[in-house]
């Protein structure tokens, strides 16, 4: 597995592994020993980078991965978040120093660990001045608690301010073909400031893998239910892209999967995408996604047939406006 850098010499494996979807989100959570098994088989291939947070499940993500990768925790970075009040997006946004310290201690217990290495605010709070959260973290830093500090769905006002404070090693944020909003304003700051982007829901929270189509019948716990862009009139509507994504991964002996993760670590060196996926055949899929090179002919025909169509749906219902970060 290669591996790239984040900010702060923060180095991850190319790809990492997005743990959500073991505990949360999309459906039933899987068995414990199925999570642990797949985290390890991921750890076995190069992935040394593992993203959870105490809104998963809540609580249970943190617990999974932690004791899937305490036999060699060392050799991995683990990152969470803290943002929610009581840990619940629904609840709404709590970024208060106090809090941030509380999140650090109890997470630092389910993941069995004394330090994590990478702690992202959730979702900016309005209500707490960036200056005291930035420090906040800094604090835990100089503790030794944390060791990195990242910011998620942030705009370019509260990176520069938190940036200024203590500086930053990543920002996570949607972004893949079918979600390009940071290109605009986000990716040339974190250029600017040298720090490192994590796209999540790289893949389109399984839309651009081509497995997912207007008959596609979720689970009645998946998210995805309630999602604009994912309603039988979406769908439809955005089947141009999958198609497209499906011809070029033909003609390039791929999977839409491996072009759409392909396309992202194409855009920068400090791009680490973090798919996610509860079955072993589709994360050997997606790891195999560092081994294809897409050419500036490649790229350029890409974006040529993007340009034709235009994504419909909302990437989030009013419900969870919090979700969007701006």
């Known amino acids: 597995m290669q591996t790239r850098k984040l900010g702060q010499g923060l180095e991850v494996s190319a790809i990492g592994l997005g743990c959500m979807g073991l505990s949360f ?34 609580f249970e993500n943190e617990k999974l991965v932690g004791e899937a990768v305490a036999p060699f925790r060392d050799q991995v970075v683990i990152a969470t978040k803290f943002g929610f009040r009581n840990a619940n ?38 209500d707490v001045p960036m200056e005291d959260v930035a420090g906040a973290v800094k604090k835990l830093i100089q503790q030794g608690k944390v060791r990195h500090f990242g910011m998620s769905e942030a705009g370019v006002g509260s990176i520069r301010k938190a940036h200024a404070v203590q500086p930053l090693a ?9 979600w390009r ?3 605009k304003d986000i990716l040339p700051v974190l250029e600017e400031l040298g720090i490192g982007l994590v796209p999540f829901s790289p893949l389109g929270k ?10 596609t019948k979720f689970d009645s716990t998946d998210f995805r239910n309630i999602v ?14 999958a198609d497209m994504l499906g011809r070029f991964a033909t003609s390039k002996g791929a999977t839409p999967a491996q072009i759409a993760l392909a396309w992202l670590l194409a855009q920068k060196s400090w791009i680490v995408p973090i798919p996610g996926t509860t079955k072993l055949h589709r994360l050997e899929e997606n790891l195999g996604a560092v081994n294809i090179e897409l050419t ?23 419900s969870l406006k919090t979700l969007t970060g701006r």
Do not use: C, M
């Open 25 to 58: 989100g999309y459906g039933p959570a899987v068995e414990k020993e199925q999570g642990i098994a797949l985290i390890r088989s991921a750890f076995e291939r190069g992935v040394t980078f593992f993203d959870t947070a105490e809104a998963y499940g809540p």
């Open 228 to 241: 604009p862009r994912f309603s039988p009139e979406a769908r439809t509507a955005n089947q141009a892209l």
């Open 89 to 126: 997006p629904k609840d709404g946004v709590d970024s208060r120093p106090e809090r941030i310290r509380e999140v650090a201690e109890a997470s630092l217990k389910r993941l069995k660990t004394d330090r994590i290495d990478l702690f992202y605010q959730h979702r900016v709070d309005p």
């Open 296 to 318: 500036g002919s490649d790229l350029r025909d890409i974006e040529a047939a993007l340009a034709k169509d235009r994504i419909e749906g909302e990437r989030y219902p009013e």
């Open 181 to 183: 909003e940071p290109e």
């Open 206 to 215: 399984g839309f651009l893998t081509g497995a997912i189509n207007a008959r």
């Open 170 to 178: 990543a920002l996570q944020s949607e972004y893949s073909l079918w």
